[in-house]
């Protein structure tokens, strides 16, 4: 007798497994893993690694005066085993003499700015920056109509 509620108890379990089941899909945009997405030039993880492409700029540069960084234009990221950046930044010529050292937040703006395209590495385990790509060019400046 228990043989045979075991039996009818398995057909019903059989028979309501396969019911056929709806499942609603939705379409979501989602960031590909280890892709670069755009992200904002304002936040200051993108700022910091700017900050750090401008002094090796700074250090490289055979200029006798400081730039500054005055503007990120553009920002992607990209999570792998670190965080990369790229970005579009506007780096400004000061009155500062490099020999002199001075602090950049005391020292005047001048009008030759350059366009530069800089490609950051930070590694979160070190918490370091490592500059990839510093490459800067004279922005020329817009005629106006």
Request: proline share 3%; hydrophobic share 40%; net charge positive.
């Amino acid at each position: 007798m228990n043989l045979s509620v075991i039996l009818f108890l398995s057909l019903v379990t059989v028979c309501l497994g396969d019911q056929i089941v709806e499942e609603v899909l939705v379409h979501r945009k989602v960031q590909p893993l280890g892709g670069w997405f755009h992200g904002s030039p304002e936040s200051p993880e993108v700022r910091a690694a700017a900050g750090h492409a401008a002094d090796a700029f700074n250090a490289r540069s055979k200029a006798k005066r400081w730039f500054k960084l005055v503007d990120v234009t553009t920002a992607q990221s990209q999570v792998t085993n670190g965080i990369h950046y790229r970005m579009a930044a506007v780096l400004r010529k000061t009155n500062c003499l490099k020999a002199e050292h001075g602090d950049l937040d005391k020292c005047q703006l001048e009008k030759k700015q350059l366009e530069c395209h800089f490609e950051v590495t930070f590694s979160p385990r070190l918490r370091k920056h490592e500059v990839q790509v510093a490459k800067c060019k004279r922005q020329i400046p817009k005629l106006e109509s």
